[in-house]
Structures are given as C-alpha cells and as structure tokens.
C-alpha cells in the first residue's frame, strides 16, 4: 500500500444508532490526518452507481446526536456480482480513492472480505448492528442504544400489564441473536425470556408462568427475541398460553423497528468516536482487512474473517441471573 490520501466511508446493511457519530469521527479523523475522505451513499449499492459526495469536518456538524445515518443505506444483490463488483472499482479509482471504511453488520463485512480478496483494495471495518452478534468486539455500534430504547418500552408496557392483571409477550429484535432479549428481559424484570441460542421448551415457560401466579404476581412479562426456537411466533405463543393456561389474559407487543431509531446513547456516541478513529488510523498505518472493536474497554482489531465466522456467545452467567430474579 502506498501514501493513503483519500478515503471512502459508507454504511450497510441495516441502520443502526451511532452510525453518524461514526462517519463524523472518520471524517475528522482523516481532516486531522490531512486525508481527504468521501461519503458513498447508499452502501454498496452507491458504489457500484458512483454515488458519492465530498465530506469535510465542518460537513458533518451536529450530525454525532441523530440515529440514523447521513449516508443512507441499502443492501446490494448486484454487488454480490463479479460485474457489480468490477463497477464499484472502477468508480473507486476513477475518484482516486486509496481506501474504505464500512459501517455495518456480518453481511456488509462478507462484501468487504470478497472486494478485498479480488482487487486488494484497503478496507477497514466498524460494526454497526443493534443485534451484537459480531465476534471481535463486546460491543457493536447501535447495541446500547437499542436496549435502552426496549427496557424503556418494556417498563411502559409493564404499567399496563399491572394495571389490568394481564400476561404480556413483547418481542424485540435479535432473528439470531438473543442479546437484545436476555439483557432486556434481566433489566426489565421479566418472568420469562425466550432467545434463538436456548431452545428452553414450551412446557418450561409454562411452568415459569405458573410459578409466578403461586409466587403472587398478578401480571407477567415475556420477552421474546424474534428469532425464539420455539417454533411459533409471538402471537402463536400468546394463544398456547391462554389455552393452556386460562386464567391468564394474554396481549402482544412487537417492538420492531422502533428499536433501530432515536439518539444514540452516550455510551455509542463515544464508541463510534473511538472506532471511527483507530478505523482512519489502521489504514494510514498499511493496514487492511480488519475490524476494529471493543474489548476490556481496549480498541482492538480482528480480521474481518474472523469476525464473520467466529460469532458472539451467549453469557450463560446472564441466563443463570435471569432464572434466578424471577423466584
């Protein structure tokens, strides 16, 4: 690699809170590095059409407090084409573009890896998924503020639930992943928590549920992670219980997209910072195919590779507590 001078930024795949905060430290990052850096709008998709706008540090003022990103995004079938490919180079070195920084999930980084693999084209990664499932990091951009944003709405629906006596199932996202549910369900005090990586029966929930009457509690909260291995959906589950178990009266609540949107978090916004950072710095330095995160409240990197095949666990101790608060 030679002298980078100019870097390209995007973002992919799903949007996620602190996306903004991440293409503003990028764009400062590369100003203080006397670096030019340019926006490609629309992920990959905008690569391959030659979407792109200049980005200066004062471009991206008050842009760190808004969810969102500035940049748009899209997901790209054509992309995952060697001839959509072959576009978005040609873009790339038509603008005399040195590098690229990508904000997004598993499925963005697995466009990374194979655009590196073909033209060798630097590329740096920060993972921006509310749903934390990207090996290499503790934390993906977006997480934090997608928690607050369910405990919040959980705690609201919990009011209703007391009030009337009733068995609510509220699901949040997470269609692989239960983070958003086990860490929601355990800040919000649920009865039950139903994830994707704990197939944990039907019967079981049932039991919970009847535990909790004879316990005294007059109201129930499930949460359920919209990927749950039980084999129903939430509504689905919501009638299994009320056939199975009359005397509760049982509502749904799906939460949605709600989840992706609203003001980052502090604890996002200074996180985006930080990786936006090391993300300009890394390639600066000659290095490419990696992905920048968190760990021990270190910025790390990891190969994108790894960070695609390697998963995030599930904390079992966070299972244990959870079983636990609800005797």
Do not use: W
Request: glycine fraction near 12%; hydrophobic fraction near 40%.
């Amino acid at each position: 690699m030679g002298k980078i001078k100019k870097i390209a930024v995007m973002t992919s795949g799903g949007d996620s809170p602190g996306m903004n905060a991440a293409i503003r430290s990028v764009v400062r990052t590369c100003a203080y590095y006397r670096a030019n850096c340019v926006g490609i709008y629309r992920g990959y998709e905008g690569l391959i059409d030659g979407d792109f706008i200049e980005l200066t540090a004062r471009s991206v003022n008050n842009i760190i407090n808004k969810g969102g990103t500035i940049l748009k995004s899209a997901r790209s079938k054509e992309f995952r084409t060697k001839e959509g490919r072959a576009k978005a180079y040609e873009h790339l070195k038509e603008q005399n573009i040195d590098a690229m920084v990508v904000i997004g999930g598993d499925g963005s980084f697995t466009g990374a890896v194979v655009f590196n693999e073909e033209y060798k084209f630097p590329i740096i990664g920060i993972p921006g998924t509310i749903d934390n499932d990207i090996f290499g990091t503790t934390h993906t951009l977006g997480y934090d503020t997608a928690l607050n944003t369910a405990v919040e709405a959980i705690d609201k629906i919990r009011d209703t639930a007391s009030s009337h006596n009733r068995l609510f199932f509220v699901e949040v996202m997470g269609r692989d992943a239960g983070f958003i549910a086990l860490n929601a369900g355990v800040g919000a005090g649920a009865e039950e928590i139903l994830i994707p990586e704990e197939d944990l029966g039907l019967d079981r929930m049932l039991e919970s549920l009847k535990k909790s009457r004879r316990a005294g509690k007059s109201s129930s909260i499930v949460v359920v992670a919209e990927g749950d291995k039980s084999g129903r959906n939430v509504y689905d589950l919501a009638k299994y219980v009320e056939e199975n178990l009359p005397e509760y009266e049982a509502r749904v609540s799906v939460l949605g997209h709600m989840q992706r949107g609203g003001s980052p978090s502090c604890f996002d916004r200074v996180l985006a910072s930080r990786l936006g950072v090391k993300a300009v710095e890394l390639l600066i330095d000659g290095q490419t195919n990696l992905m920048v995160g968190l760990k021990n409240n270190e910025v790390i990197s990891t190969e994108i590779s790894e960070a695609i095949k390697g998963g995030h666990t599930i904390n079992m101790e966070l299972l244990r507590v959870s079983d636990i608060m609800t005797t």
